[in-house]
C-alpha cells in the first residue's frame, strides 16, 4: 500500500532556512500536501503541489517534487520561532484520501 | 464560522467503558473524517463519510463504529475501550467541491486516555 515517511526532527536558528523532506511510494499521487499542527491542536493545509510540477512557491514557503525519485520537500526561509510546530507531508490517494507521513517537529532557536 | 469542532476535548475511561466522540462542522461539507493521531505514526484514518447517511472503513477501523445521520454530525462510539485506543482523535471535512486542493479542515483533537 501507500507510504509516506518523514524525518522525525529538524532545528534550525532562527532566521535560517529550514528544509522539511519527505519520501512517499504511490507513483500515481496527482496532489501532494504539507500541512501544518501547532501544539494542542488540529492540522492547517499550508500548500499543495500538483504532480506535473517541479516547484511551487508561496512567500516564504518552497515545494519542490522530484517525482522521478517520488521525494517532495517543504523549504521555509527566514524561520521564526512561530514556525515551530509539526509538519506532515500528505498524499492523495486514488479514492481521494490522504495518506499522512509520520510529521517532522521543527523546533527554531532564538 | 466555528468550523470543524470536537466534544470532548479530554476524556479518561476504564478499560471495557464505551464512549461516543461528537463531531459537528458548520461549513455544510459532504465530507467527513476520524483519523487517530500516535506518536511517531502520523495521521491514520479510522472510518469517513462521503454525505449524510454513508459510512466507510478506512485503515484502522477495528474496535470502532461510526454514525452519519445529519448531515453537519458524525459520531465516533468506542463499544468496549481498550488501553490500545489511547490516543489524539481529530476529525475533519471537506467539500466535495474542494477541487485541486482536496483540503480537509481539522477540529481540535479530544485526547483519550484509557486507563
Known amino acids: 500500500g501507500e507510504d509516506v515517511e518523514q524525518s522525525l526532527f529538524l532545528s534550525v536558528r532562527e532566521g535560517d532556512s529550514s528544509v522539511i523532506n519527505c519520501t512517499y511510494t504511490?507513483?500515481?499521487?496527482?496532489?501532494l500536501y504539507w500541512y501544518k499542527q501547532e501544539p494542542g491542536a488540529g492540522l492547517q493545509l499550508l500548500t499543495y503541489i500538483f504532480s506535473n510540477m517541479d516547484m511551487k512557491q508561496d512567500q516564504r514557503l518552497t515545494v519542490l517534487l522530484n517525482k522521478k525519485d517520488k521525494h517532495l520537500s517543504l523549504r521555509i526561509a527566514d524561520t521564526q520561532t512561530g514556525d515551530s510546530a509539526i509538519y506532515f507531508c500528505a498524499e492523495r490517494d486514488s479514492s481521494y484520501k490522504l495518506i499522512f507521513g509520520s510529521g517532522t517537529r521543527l523546533l527554531v532557536r532564538p | 464560522n466555528a468550523g470543524v469542532t470536537q466534544t470532548p476535548k479530554f476524556r479518561v475511561l476504564k478499560t471495557g467503558q464505551s464512549m461516543t466522540l461528537l463531531c459537528a462542522q458548520d461549513?455544510?461539507?459532504?465530507?467527513m473524517y476520524w483519523y487517530r493521531q500516535d506518536p511517531g505514526m502520523g495521521l491514520r484514518l479510522i472510518h469517513y463519510s462521503v454525505g449524510e447517511g454513508t459510512t466507510a472503513k478506512g485503515e484502522v477501523p477495528d474496535g470502532y463504529n461510526v454514525s452519519r445521520l445529519k448531515k453537519q454530525n458524525f459520531l465516533l462510539g468506542l463499544e468496549s475501550a481498550a488501553p490500545s485506543q489511547t490516543s489524539v482523535y481529530f476529525c475533519?471535512?471537506?467539500?466535495?467541491?474542494?477541487?485541486?486542493?482536496?483540503?480537509?479542515?481539522f477540529g481540535p483533537g479530544t485526547r483519550l486516555t484509557v486507563l
Open positions: 461549513m455544510n461539507h459532504e465530507y
Open positions: 475533519a471535512s471537506r467539500s466535495r467541491l474542494a477541487g485541486r486542493n482536496n483540503e480537509q479542515f
Open positions: 504511490d507513483s500515481s499521487s496527482t496532489y
